[in-house]
């Protein structure tokens, strides 16, 4: 839109399919994925520590971590260009 980009958020798909996600079974043996694998999360986030990141290892075994400075967990909005930067490098 006018050269930028826009975000959006379907918070209707969200809270369809929010009992699958809060019932995401971590502490027993699920299937792990093998398939490339990248968790961008800002470094002032309280969402991402040490323990997190050993559970998202076990379940994403070809998994990289992408961080973006000076944001928290809106990241995306926080400091959208550096955002933009590490998906257009890793996934489009």
Known sequence: SN???????????IKSG???LRSF???????????KT???YGDKS???NVNNKRQFKKF???LKFEKV??????LHFENSEKFIEIISKNLI
């Open 3 to 13: 050269g930028k980009y826009d975000w959006s958020i379907d918070l209707n798909v």
């Open 18 to 20: 929010l009992q699958n």
């Open 25 to 35: 079974p971590i502490n027993s043996e699920v299937k792990t994925s093998t398939t």
């Open 38 to 40: 990248i968790c961008i």
């Open 46 to 48: 309280p969402y991402l």
């Open 60 to 62: 994403f075994t070809n």
């Open 69 to 74: 400075k000076n944001a928290g967990h809106w």
